[in-house]
Nanobody
Framework: QVQLVESGGGLVQAGGSLRLSCAASRMIFRFNPMGWYRQPPGKSRELVAVMTRGGSTNYADSVKGRFTISRDNAKNTVYLQMNSLKPEDTALYYC??????????????WGQGTQVTVSS
């Protein structure tokens, strides 16, 4: 079983920055893609940013230019650098990793989430 452990959340004022980390219990090159999702209060979970094994990235329109996803394979860790934070970025942020076991069978792993609260 894969474990994903998020950290780095907290309370920050609007305009501030936070860096989230997601440490995986396995080598992250196994996963394709890895990424971050968030669930604002009272809303559904939504994609924030994902990165493929090859390094391609995709961002939600609402965070483009402010958030950056990156990874450190040696540390089996994926990061989400969040700058120019807005109150609407307040959410529980989850790390996700997908592992293709065989054709048509994909394991989907989630962390426990880390809370980000942005005050106005």
């Amino acid at each position: 079983q894969v474990q994903l452990v998020e950290s780095g959340g907290g309370l920050v004022q609007a305009g501030g920055s936070l860096r989230l980390s997601c440490a995986a219990s396995r080598m992250i090159f196994r996963f394709n893609p890895m990424g971050w999702y968030r669930q604002p209060p009272g809303k559904s979970r939504e994609l924030v940013a994902v990165m493929t094994r090859g390094g391609s990235t995709n961002y939600a329109d609402s965070v483009k230019g402010r958030f950056t996803i990156s990874r450190d394979n040696a540390k089996n860790t994926v990061y989400l650098q969040m700058n120019s934070l807005k109150p609407e970025d307040t959410a529980l942020y989850y790390c996700n990793a997908q592992e293709t076991v065989k054709l048509g069978l994909v394991n989907d792993y989630w962390g426990q989430g880390t809370q980000v609260t942005v005050s106005s």
